[in-house]
């Protein structure tokens, strides 16, 4: 089908349950970016682009995003708030894509995810740079380099929860009551925590929104104040979240 209308792009590339998927699906995907991505997706299939260069496109866009938030100021926020929303648009689209046109490859899953480990690492390093006031070491730049390795190493507890059930014989699929830790203490500070969310501060999309707001008060007060204060946090939540996300793993029954 060369000319598929964007409905039929739509009910190929979006199938129940999709905004629904537990850990999986975004916010904002739910909130507005599915109701925009099948208009990009119907672009991409007409053309004939398979779904792994728009994958490409979107770890472009999230790198990128992550450079320009360097330069400080408060078009740079902007544009790298505007790059974010092109990644996710570009995270929605390609899954449409490989759905739409039965083209979903385990390359695909990959490089989706590593793609996701690129923009979130940019950007955190990109606002320590930025709360550094200069392109040279400091601390502002270390304390985006250790963010960035929290948000890494939280990423990669997730993931090798599925390497780890693989590896010892498992299915890939863990049930939603496997994801509470089995202490009732700690199943009730997992919801308060979930509830708070305050884990999003680290992601790329909560960020760079946070990025511009911590702009709009730095060209206000004329310092970086406001954007110091935010690398803080990202650092305290990094850090924080990286130790109860391992514990809550590992008291779950996600290993079993």
Same mark, same amino acid.
């Given at each position: 089908?060369?000319?598929?209308?964007?409905a039929?792009?739509?009910?190929?590339?979006?199938?129940?349950?999709?905004?629904?998927?537990?850990?999986?699906?975004?916010?904002?995907?739910?909130?507005?970016?599915?109701?925009?991505?099948?208009?990009?997706?119907?672009?991409?299939?007409?053309?004939?682009?398979?779904?792994?260069?728009?994958?490409?496109?979107?770890?472009?866009?999230?790198?990128?995003?992550?450079?320009?938030? %360097?330069?400080? #100021? /408060?078009?740079?926020?902007?544009? !790298? $708030?505007? @790059?974010?929303?092109?990644?996710?648009? *570009?995270?929605?689209?390609?899954?449409?894509?490989?759905?739409?046109?039965?083209?979903?490859?385990?390359?695909?899953?990959y490089?989706?995810?590593?793609g996701?480990?690129?923009?979130?690492?940019?950007?955190?390093?990109?606002?320590?740079?930025?709360?550094?006031?200069?392109?040279?070491?400091?601390?502002?730049?270390?304390?985006?380099?250790?963010?960035?390795?929290?948000?890494?190493?939280?990423?990669?507890?997730?993931?090798?929860?599925?390497?780890?059930? %693989?590896?010892? #014989? /498992?299915?890939?699929?863990?049930? !939603? $009551?496997? @994801?509470?830790?089995?202490?009732?203490? *700690?199943?009730?500070?997992?919801?308060?925590?979930?509830?708070?969310?305050?884990?999003?501060?680290?992601?790329?999309?909560?960020?760079?929104?946070?990025?511009v707001?911590?702009?709009?008060?730095?060209?206000?007060?004329?310092?970086?104040?406001?954007?110091?204060?935010?690398?803080?946090?990202?650092?305290?939540?990094a850090?924080?979240?990286?130790?109860?996300?391992?514990?809550?793993?590992?008291?779950?029954?996600?290993?079993?």
């Amino acid at each position: 089908m060369s000319k598929p209308s964007v409905a039929e792009v739509r009910a190929g590339g979006q199938p129940e349950g999709i905004k629904e998927r537990v850990n999986e699906e975004h916010w904002a995907g739910r909130l507005y970016m599915r109701a925009i991505s099948p208009y990009a997706s119907t672009f991409f299939v007409r053309l004939g682009v398979p779904p792994n260069p728009i994958t490409y496109l979107m770890v472009v866009c999230g790198v990128l995003a992550g450079i320009v938030v %360097a330069f400080g #100021g /408060l078009w740079s926020a902007l544009l !790298a $708030a505007l @790059l974010i929303q092109v990644y996710l648009l *570009l995270d929605c689209s390609d899954g449409e894509v490989a759905r739409f046109t039965g083209r979903t490859s385990v390359t695909g899953v990959y490089l989706d995810r590593i793609g996701h480990y690129f923009a979130e690492v940019a950007l955190l390093v990109g606002v320590g740079i930025r709360a550094q006031g200069e392109f040279t070491a400091g601390g502002w730049v270390v304390a985006g380099l250790a963010a960035a390795l929290g948000a890494a190493l939280i990423k990669a507890e997730t993931d090798n929860v599925v390497v780890a059930r %693989a590896k010892a #014989g /498992l299915s890939d699929h863990v049930p !939603a $009551a496997a @994801l509470n830790p089995r202490s009732a203490g *700690l199943s009730l500070a997992r919801r308060i925590a979930s509830a708070l969310r305050f884990h999003r501060i680290i992601q790329a999309v909560e960020l760079s929104l946070l990025v511009v707001v911590a702009a709009v008060v730095d060209a206000v007060r004329g310092d970086l104040a406001a954007t110091q204060v935010l690398m803080a946090a990202c650092v305290a939540v990094a850090a924080l979240q990286t130790v109860l996300h391992l514990v809550s793993i590992l008291a779950s029954s996600r290993l079993r």
